[in-house]
């Protein structure tokens, strides 16, 4: 199989070392429980920590990625991270040819007085932000750092009817992290990709949806 144009290594000698990469945790990690969709996610974040405990960790929603490939496939789908190192992360060639946007406020201005007049976090009031300005609905939700963007949002689909078309929720941490995760793996009617307990962040979401734009982009070939 040939491989993929855009969301792959630039050449072929990285495309080479990460295939070996891939090749060496299939072989290590031995049998596991996940789907051959969701199995490329977990593998790819495995690659970016070499740490095997996600294989296990990882927990999805039953729709989790079927969700995540439409959307992106469907184009000009926004992606609402909890702080710019995802969005700075994320390769911009991968997101240009689906047509996606990123976008943060953890630094706005308005966002942290408002965290500072409610005595909440600034990723709180952030989450709030993209709420207001209608990005939640619809978008890829990566949350790696603040377990408190995330409680907000499990928060809002549940008070405010937001509907994000899938969340990955993976904040690390010692304080409400593993909590704010056990949130979001109870929801039914969105979407999502955890990590269980303390295990999380931003490079693992960073790679979770680089897994899913690799998918979407054998998709697109597929079909060609």
């Not at 993929?4 to 060496?24: P, W």
């Not at 299939?26 to 051959?36: I, L, T």
């Not at 619809?138 to 994000?164: F, S, W």
């Not at 009617?189 to 982009?217: M, Y």
Request: charged content about 20%; overall charge negative.
């Amino acid at each position: 199989m040939s491989a993929n144009t855009v969301t792959e290594q630039l050449t072929a000698a990285g495309r080479a070392i990460e295939h070996d990469s891939f090749a060496i945790i299939d072989q290590e990690a031995g049998p596991h429980a996940y789907s051959a969709e969701q199995w490329p996610l977990v593998r790819r974040m495995i690659h970016a920590n070499a740490d095997f405990e996600f294989n296990g960790l990882t927990a999805f929603h039953p729709q989790a990625m079927q969700a995540g490939l439409e959307r992106i496939l469907a184009g000009n789908t926004p992606v609402v991270a909890d702080v710019e190192m995802i969005c700075v992360g994320l390769s911009k060639p991968r997101l240009t040819h689906f047509g996606m946007t990123t976008h943060q406020f953890i630094s706005d201005p308005d966002v942290i007085a408002a965290a500072q007049a409610e005595d909440t976090t600034r990723a709180v009031q952030a989450m709030r932000k993209a709420h207001r300005l209608g990005l939640l609905d619809g978008a890829i939700v990566g949350i790696g750092n603040a377990p408190t963007a995330l409680i907000e949002v499990v928060r809002l689909i549940h008070e405010e009817g937001v509907r994000p078309a899938l969340v990955v929720g993976m904040p690390v941490g010692f304080v409400s992290a593993a909590e704010s995760k056990d949130l979001l793996m109870e929801l039914d009617d969105v979407p999502w990709v955890a990590i269980r307990g303390r295990k999380g962040g931003s490079t693992l979401v960073v790679a979770a949806i680089h897994a899913i734009l690799g998918l979407a982009e054998e998709r697109q070939r597929q079909a060609a």
